[in-house]
């Protein structure tokens, strides 16, 4: 057993201490731009605005532990990938985390909370870089730019950034700084157009 | 200062489900932790709050078999479930070979942690016959004010044992 933080035992009852102010989750909305994106790789940047962002990158470790947080500190309590990217044999994701957020606990929660494969690692890459590994067959779980579509654009969990929940102290997490809406319209724009990765040198 | 968050007023719904093997009908908001269904409307108070933000594991059952935080397991994803807390894992006559090496390994000191990580490492050993000291690092971790950690550890290699000369014998 990890000897960890035994302070957190009976610390005091967030449940019932959780102040009571605005709406659910709201957080700071992103600003919702419905001008059409004139270029592929202006919905390139809107695109990797998002999939650099905390929410995404927590989730594509480099190494066997999740992030977790605003600073993206390693996970607590000597949490670890498991062999299928979901925690341990006994405590794994779903001891903790359910197919959504949970406000009363402060954990989040999607339908198939994971670790992204070792082969997605997106952790200290460039958007360039990212990219270029989602769009790998031998990386990105060998899926066609069709199918790539359908992961970004409709996945639960991927989704889930943009429904990101409250924290334990009921405090809305950071959300990307590109609403739902425009960031699939990007993602669909680029791949429309061939999913052109731009020339980092050039930009 | 930060913008917190307003709780949806409660939403009440009829979940059915079994616990320790008996069939339960309630009506209460779905997104409830399940945690204080079981103590406050079912009465089995041996399922312990300690943080109420999946850190500590005291309020740790088992849902169809997994080990789950019940503080952050919302009342409406039980429906139709199998639940089993610390009153089921076995009795005085007929000890779960768990509640069986706490007992020979005198491992409570206050006792408020220990269902918690009775019922984790019920789990564990259901998967892990046979676990070593790196694999109850990494599944074991939940917390214990009083630090019974070392006894605990003793506790869960004996319990692998006793698990396993029951199923040799049966
Ligand atoms: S009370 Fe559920 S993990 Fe602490
Ligand atoms: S025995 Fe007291 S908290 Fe563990």
Known sequence: ?203 | MAQLFQMKPPTKMNISFKINGKAHSVDTDGDAPLLWVIRDVLDLKGTKFGCGKAACGACTIHVDGEAVRSCSFAAKFAEGKEITTIEGLGNAENPHPVQQAWIEEIVPQCGYCQPGFMMATAALIDKNPSPTDEDIDDNIINICRCGTYYRMRKAIHRAAELKNSTTSNS
């Open chain 1, 1 to 203: 057993m990890k000897r960890i933080k035994t302070w957190l035992l009976f610390s005091p009852l967030l449940v019932a201490g959780i102040m009571v102010i605005g709406n659910p989750g709201s957080g700071t909305e992103p600003p919702h731009k419905t001008a059409e994106l004139t270029t592929p790789d202006e919905a390139f940047d809107v695109m990797m605005q998002v999939l650099t962002h905390k929410r995404c990158v927590n989730c594509h470790p480099a190494d066997n532990y999740p992030r977790q947080g605003e600073d993206s500190h390693k996970h607590l309590f000597g949490v670890e990938r498991g062999v299928a990217n979901a925690g341990m044999a006994a405590t794994n994701c779903n001891t903790c985390h359910q197919d959504e957020n949970n406000n009363y606990s402060g954990v989040p929660g999607a339908p198939e909370w994971s670790l992204a494969p070792l082969s997605m690692a997106w952790q200290g890459l460039t958007k360039y870089e990212i990219a270029r590994s989602m769009l790998d067959r031998n990386k990105n779980g060998n899926r066609s730019l069709e199918e790539l579509e359908h992961h970004l654009t409709e996945h639960a969990l991927v989704l889930w950034a943009f429904e990101p929940g409250v924290n334990a102290e009921g405090i809305p997490r950071e959300k990307p700084p590109v609403s739902k809406e425009d960031y699939i319209t990007a993602v669909k724009e680029w791949i429309e157009h061939g999913a052109v990765v731009p020339d980092e040198t050039t930009n």
